[in-house]
């Protein structure tokens, strides 16, 4: 697929999986390194997450997983929100994390339930001030 293409359906699908304020959140990467957020976005949601064959919740699943199997956290919060709002309940993540204590280990899950908490109150935060 031409660049431009996979540009564009890269921010198509980052759009249903984030809200405006999360994607304008890691736009600074765009000042940071031109080259480096076209690569996210055309490879990583453009080629990756926007592929036929799994849905955006069944993707987020697997993200979610490697990201806590390999202790990467940093990027969680992230991919929780958009896990979130592609229709991954709060009760589905939760299960995901304890399944990952069997495999990835206790503290690895210990410390994505405690991200998913906060995750969780940000968002029940910014639903009682609407």
Not at 18 to 44: A, C, K, L, Q, T
Not at 62 to 67: D, E, F, K, N, P
Not at 78 to 87: P, R, V
Request: glycine letters at 8%; aromatic letters at 10%; a negative charge.
């Amino acid at each position: 697929m031409e660049n431009s293409k996979r540009y564009n359906k890269g921010i198509e699908t980052i759009k249903k999986m984030v809200s405006d304020e999360e994607f304008e959140g890691i736009s600074y990467m765009r000042e940071v390194s031109p080259d480096f957020w076209d690569m996210i976005i055309s490879f990583g949601y453009g080629d990756v997450y926007g592929r036929e064959g799994l849905s955006l919740d069944k993707r987020e699943i697997i993200t979610i997983t490697s990201l806590i199997s390999q202790g990467l956290f940093d990027q969680l919060p992230f991919h929780i929100s958009a896990a979130l709002k592609t229709g991954i309940t709060q009760n589905e993540i939760k299960e995901i994390i304890m399944q990952c204590a069997a495999y990835a280990g206790f503290p690895k899950a210990v410390q994505a339930m405690t991200i998913a908490g906060e995750v969780f109150k940000n968002i029940d935060a910014k639903e009682l001030t609407k």
